[in-house]
């Protein structure tokens, strides 16, 4: 499930959904690691979830590692999370049973808040009346960064997904896809009606953010990919950030050194901010004594 360098302070709201649904030196680096191992080609490449058709084509390193890899493992299995029954039963976590709706939950100011949001973009309340607020908060943002070309049908997962189904390469993925959709609802713990409240203050800067976050990733800024993702979830977040980041990355880390032990040429694809910081996969697997170097 991940930045860019610019704001000297990025919105809680934005931030942190952008991570979930994130200067250029005098050469550009690139978000791809490579492991010098005596016995295999491992290759970890940081994906953008969400990205347009104009960053295509990618940085070069992002294809020569996919090239040189004969499996393409992603943080789940990307066509287990596509399929319907996978989608409904996310949709499903993310809904009020028992007749709660979302007026009834909504204090008075939150809910006619958002009805003038939605008017404002010619849309109905009625569409996210059974929605919990991080549903709404997701729904918002995948609506607004469609409205700027952003999608993640053009993210680099999907697209990798769709290579290497074209290519015929095994692809696979780093946890359950139903442990996956459990992380995710996990949100209904952390949100109440203020994630909704300041995601709608927030959305103008969603543009900037994200030019920001994309140009981060491209040119491997990893300072400013830790600083504006990792460090504010971190600090508005810490729970959140425990789940998301430092105990996946921790979790993965047998998975990754089953894939190294296999000798089998592997591209293994997470979102980057998993890649970057203090608790990073890249960390994790140094302190464990392999050699990983930046493409």
């Given amino acids: 499930m991940i930045s860019r360098g610019i704001m000297l302070i990025m919105k809680k709201a934005i931030i942190v959904f952008v991570m979930i649904v994130f200067s250029t030196a005098v050469y550009a680096e690139s978000s791809v690691w490579k492991l010098d191992t005596d016995n295999s080609v491992f290759y970890l490449a940081g994906s953008c979830h969400v990205l347009r058709k ?14 040189d890899a004969d499996q393409i493992i992603f943080e789940t299995d990307i066509d287990a999370l596509r399929s319907q029954d996978i989608q409904l ?18 204090s008075g100011n939150a809910y006619e808040t958002l009805v003038k949001f939605c008017r404002n973009r010619s849309m109905s309340i009625a569409l996210f009346q059974n929605f919990k607020p991080w549903m709404v908060t997701m729904t918002l943002l995948a609506l607004e960064l469609e409205k700027n070309g952003i999608t993640s049908a053009d993210g680099l ?100 050194e089953t894939l190294i032990g296999s000798g089998k040429r592997t591209l293994v694809i997470v979102g980057v901010g998993h890649l970057v910081g203090e608790y990073s996969i890249i960390n994790l697997l140094k302190s464990r004594g392999y050699k990983v170097k930046k493409m």
């Fill in 54 to 67: 104009s960053d295509y084509p990618l940085p070069e390193e992002f294809e020569t590692a996919y090239d």
């Fill in 89 to 106: 039963l996310l949709i499903s976590k993310g809904m009020y049973t028992g007749g709660d709706t979302l007026e009834r939950k909504l």
């Fill in 157 to 256: 997962d999907m697209y990798f997904s769709n290579k290497a189904k074209k290519d015929g390469k095994q692809t696979g993925g780093l946890e359950d896809v139903y442990k996956h959709v459990e992380l995710v609802s996990s949100l209904d713990d952390e949100f109440d009606e203020s994630i909704i409240e300041s995601f709608i203050r927030e959305v103008e800067e969603l543009q900037v953010v994200m030019e920001d976050l994309i140009k981060s990733w491209r040119t491997g800024d990893d300072a400013g990919i830790d600083k504006h993702l990792s460090e504010s979830m971190c600090k508005e977040y810490p729970g959140l950030f425990k789940r998301f980041i430092i105990d996946r990355n921790r979790d993965w880390i047998p998975h990754l």
